[in-house]
């Protein structure tokens, strides 16, 4: 119903107005208290599903990836999709518009996106401020800088974020691995990086201190872009700051062997889906062996498909997160992905 129906319609619309339309859809459906029909469509559960990764218990292994809900507004909705976790963010100190319209590119022939977003959203308090309800589902928070802050100051923001959403998330995500922010992926290079982790380190101790809480896991979500050296690197910051784990991988700059008409290739951005799926694998992979498994890996990029989500796996991934593929397959792309990892066991 989805692929031949639902989502023909979405695609008339443009990108950016079809994702607005379909939150609006959601929250609607769930106001007249019709989530009890798509629970019993999409929701597969089987406790052999469960997971114990950086502390936490996921009833699936299956997330929603960031960028999907940026502001906090559907995380709870989401759940009755099946999604055993969901990642808010990018979140950012102040509001930002992001980037001039158009911005958002579906690239039907390969199955995947281009977006130049550029961190859209209301800030952090006020995601904050929904936060505050009972959650459903564990939510992770995924934090970045604004725009105007130069790098030289972009811990301050981190650290901002950090503090606001620490009773108000289960994990926190460190993205410095978008390409729509101008000098981002800079931070991603060994001293920058190390900095920033490890005064999120020490504001975890302190705020686990002040609130009687554990630690909340820290993780980092890095580009696909990025060399063997530039990994290796990433292992050795890992293990020296002593962070929790890492989400493998964010869009990619590249546009090798695409299939779509040229005038949209080469919009600017960073591209997801099916293009993506061998790369962010080998990445998985990559950081699986070379740190011989010291640290959760969280894989995303490309899943179309079970297979797609078990050959993740089967490289070394501890979760697996959905966005591309959730639009492009549809939510039943779940229960496929859950059966065919317990017919795996």
Known sequence: MYKYVLRPLLFLLDAETAHHFSFA?????????????????F??????????????TFKNPIGLAAGFDKDAKLYNEFCDFGFGFVEIGTLTPKPQPGNPKKRLFRLVDDKGIINRMGFNNNGVYDAVERLKKKHRVLVGGNIGKNKVTPNEDAVKDYLICFDALYEHVDYFVVNVSS??????RELQEKKPLSNILRKLK???TKNAAKFQQNEKPILLKIAPDLTDDQLLDIIDIIKT???DGVIATNTTVARK?????????????????????????????????????????????????????????EAGADLLQLYTGFIYEGPGLLKKI?????ANN
Do not use: C, W
Request: aromatic share 6%; glycine share 10%.
């Open 257 to 313: 062997g695409l299939k779509s008409h040229l005038t949209v290739t080469e919009e600017k951005g960073g591209l997801s889906g099916k293009p993506l799926t061998d790369r962010s694998t080998d990445v998985i992979r990559f950081l699986s062996e070379k740190s011989n498994k010291s640290f959760p890996i969280i894989g995303v990029g490309g899943i179309h498909s079970a297979e797609d989500a078990l050959e993740k796996l």
């Open 43 to 56: 929701v597969f559960e089987d406790k052999r599903l469960e997971r114990e990764v950086f502390g936490l």
């Open 202 to 204: 020490r504001a975890n």
């Open 241 to 243: 700051t002593e962070i």
């Open 25 to 41: 859809m959601i929250r609607f459906l769930s106001s007249i208290g019709l989530t009890q029909v798509y629970r019993k469509l």
């Open 338 to 342: 859950n059966k065919a990892i317990l």
């Open 179 to 184: 390409p729509n922010t101008p000098g981002l």
